[in-house]
């Protein structure tokens, strides 16, 4: 699941997929507050607070996002934990939509990309715990993604 994260920072934010951080170790935390670039998280009954990284310019967490709580040699960072959806997207917006059925929020601008409505999408979505919402960090048309031949 981390590479699937790794991937929507890629998609996300072509500077930050640079300089991404590999062969940490990964675990999943919950939101507890954002502060600046940084988020405090809830792990495994701890808290820790650490930066943020490869999420869209803008971005505001929500107490109960889930996300990956990341160790690099430079130390932790709070990464996207995404789950991606595809279908076509209807009835959207630059801050809301459907996808195969279910309720997205684009929490930054620029998320959607344009195109992303001709045909099958794919959204890279945040889920909150509290409350179910899907917040997209990425919203792109899946025919702009490679396809590996059989």
Do not use: H, Y
Not at 16 to 34: D, L, M, N, Y
Not at 54 to 61: A, K, S, T, V
Not at 77 to 89: K, T
Request: with cysteine; net charge neutral.
């Amino acid at each position: 699941m981390a590479a699937g994260a790794a991937g929507a920072a890629a998609l996300v934010n072509e500077t930050a997929a640079q300089a991404a951080p590999s062969g940490g170790k990964a675990r999943i935390a919950r939101v507890v507050r954002q502060t600046g670039s940084s988020a405090e998280v809830e792990v495994e009954g701890a808290t820790r607070t650490a930066p943020l990284f490869g999420f869209p310019d803008g971005w505001r967490m929500r107490q109960g996002d889930r996300v990956l709580l990341t160790a690099t040699a430079g130390g932790a960072l709070v990464m996207p934990l995404v789950e991606p959806i595809q279908g076509r997207l209807e009835g959207g917006s630059q801050s809301s939509a459907r996808i195969a059925g279910r309720a997205v929020v684009a929490r930054s601008a620029g998320t959607i990309e344009q195109g992303a409505a001709a045909g099958d999408s794919v959204a890279f979505c945040v889920r909150n715990d509290a409350d179910g919402t899907l917040s997209a960090v990425a919203v792109r048309p899946a025919s702009s993604f490679a396809v590996n031949p059989e």
